[in-house]
């Protein structure tokens, strides 16, 4: 696998995706800013990194695509949902986002708040309601969503443990814990969405969710440099807040240098996790495509 043919693989992932959320997305209304709200923050940006796991997860175990694209169309409203409120004055207070203004700077605080809601909800009703899923893959597809999206352990979790530890020093252990619910729990999700799209089997699922965590790790990581040493352009959204915010991050605690040999760690350990399925070179050059990314 090369990174022509990798890039080829998620242009056209992106596209497909971004085809499948403009149907399953309510139709935007002059008269109703929360319906236009909920696909300025879904659509026409976004490189669609869940949605892609998902159906690469299907392919690997052999799963209906069709099955993976839908889970991962709710997987990415979810995560879409999630910035929003990222975005918002009391969480991180940032305007901008992927380039254009974020949802609360365009339609204001209130409308932004309710789109997300609006996202999070449509995403169970999207699974539920998938004509191709078997009832035990649909009942198994909105558990796993509900988890790693959730309080306890999920994205949600971490991102109250981020909060909690903001104005704290933190170690290791505890980074891991935060970016494992932040931002991996998300991850974890789309790699195990792809397994049950598959029928997959537990050893199958096991090294899914070695690769989605390590991987998870070493994206957050990543970001956590590129808010010291990125360039606003190419990230599409302002860079310092972490230092602005006294946050303490794997960059502000080992450096840059230790930051990145720590993800390059990481994703050795996913890498690992898959390589001796069939078909795995695509997600391997994918983890190395994410650990060397500019944005």
């Known amino acids: ?13 992106a596209s497909e995706v971004e085809d499948a959320l403009q149907q399953l997305l309510p139709k935007e209304n002059a008269n109703n800013p929360l319906t236009q709200a909920m696909r300025y923050a879904t659509l026409d940006a976004g490189k669609r990194v869940r949605p892609f796991l998902v159906r690469q997860f299907a392919r690997l175990y052999g799963g209906d695509d069709r099955i993976a694209m839908r889970f991962g169309c709710a997987l990415e409203m979810i995560h879409c949902y999630s910035l929003v409120h990222d ?6 207070d940032d305007d901008y986002r992927r380039g254009k203004p974020s949802c609360h700077a365009a339609f204001g605080e209130a409308t932004a708040l309710l789109a997300g809601d609006a996202l999070l909800t449509l995403a169970f009703s999207v699974i539920s309601t998938d004509p191709i899923a078997t009832p035990a893959q649909k009942c198994s597809a909105v558990m796993l969503l509900a988890e790693c999206s959730g309080w306890n352990g999920g994205m949600i979790g971490g991102q109250m443990l981020d909060l909690l530890y903001e104005n704290k020093q933190t170690d290791e252990q505890i980074l891991n814990a935060i970016n494992d619910g932040k931002t991996g729990g998300l991850l974890r999700c789309a790699a ?4 049950i799209a598959a029928h997959a089997s537990e050893s199958e699922m096991r090294a899914a969710e070695g690769y989605a965590k390590n991987v998870g790790r070493a994206f957050q990581i990543i970001d956590d440099i590129l808010d010291v040493m990125g360039d606003r352009a190419t990230l599409g ?6 230092a ?4 303490t991050t794997f960059a502000t605690l080992y450096g840059a240098a230790g930051a990145l040999k720590l993800a390059k760690d990481y994703t050795d350990i996913a890498c690992s996790a898959i390589e ?3 078909g795995s070179d695509l997600l391997i050059e994918y ?4 650990l060397n990314r500019k944005k």
Do not use: F, V
């Not at 990798?6 to 056209?12: D, I, R």
């Not at 602005?244 to 946050?247: A, I, L, P, V």
């Open 1 to 13: 696998m090369t990174k022509q043919e990798l890039a080829y693989q998620m242009q056209k992932n």
């Open 87 to 92: 975005d918002l004055p009391c969480m991180d």
């Open 192 to 195: 195990l969405l792809g397994c």
């Open 237 to 242: 959204k302002p860079i310092g807040s972490d």
């Open 244 to 247: 602005e915010n006294n946050k």
């Open 276 to 278: 001796g399925y069939d």
């Open 287 to 290: 983890a190395m495509m994410l």
